[in-house]
């Protein structure tokens, strides 16, 4: 079964870029991105992607309609097993509270550092590889941001582990 990250943004160039960084690994089927352009979109994606390998969703919070933050409790309520990583230019910290408390796992700011996002997204597909062989794991923790962090300088913000049947 494939791996699947969304990506949600509003921009239509923000599709292109994501795969010119991530074209390896979309050509070595490592994980598959689906795009939608807004939350509406999004959470039609989800609801298709229920029996899929769904291991990330990326939000951008500034959309027009449906906000990246209205999405985020909607996306989260339809599956519980899915972080949420919001994307956001304006990195301020009300932003910050607001996404964090609101269920995200992690805040981005933009330009997007693709070398950290890399490293998160690597650690979900190692994450659903070795629950697809059966090892008894617990994949609803946040994977170590510090090495993250640490390696790239990039500050992003866990919240607490989210329990699936919250």
């Known amino acids: ?25 979309l050509r070595a089927d490592r ?18 992607a229920a029996g899929a390998s769904l291991i990330l969703i990326l939000s951008d919070i500034n959309m027009p309609g449906m906000t990246g933050l209205e999405l985020l409790p909607k996306a989260t309520a339809a599956r519980p097993d899915v972080p949420v ?25 933009k330009p997007i550092d693709f070398v950290a996002l890399r490293g998160e997204i690597d650690n979900r597909v190692a994450g659903a590889g070795a629950e697809g062989r059966g090892r008894d794991e617990d994949f609803s923790s ?10 790239t300088g990039l500050r992003m913000m866990p919240t607490s582990p989210r329990s699936p049947h919250q």
């Open 1 to 25: 079964m494939s791996l699947l990250v969304l990506v949600v943004d509003d921009e239509p160039d923000v599709e292109m870029l994501f795969r010119q960084q991530f074209r390896r690994d």
């Open 31 to 48: 994980f598959t991105m689906d795009f939608a352009q807004s939350a509406d979109s999004a959470l039609r994606l989800i609801s298709d």
């Open 85 to 109: 990583i919001m994307i956001t230019a304006y990195g301020d910290a009300d932003t910050k509270r607001k996404a964090l408390e609101g269920g995200a796992e992690a805040l981005l700011t």
């Open 142 to 151: 946040p994977p170590q941001l510090g090495r993250i962090e640490a390696r």
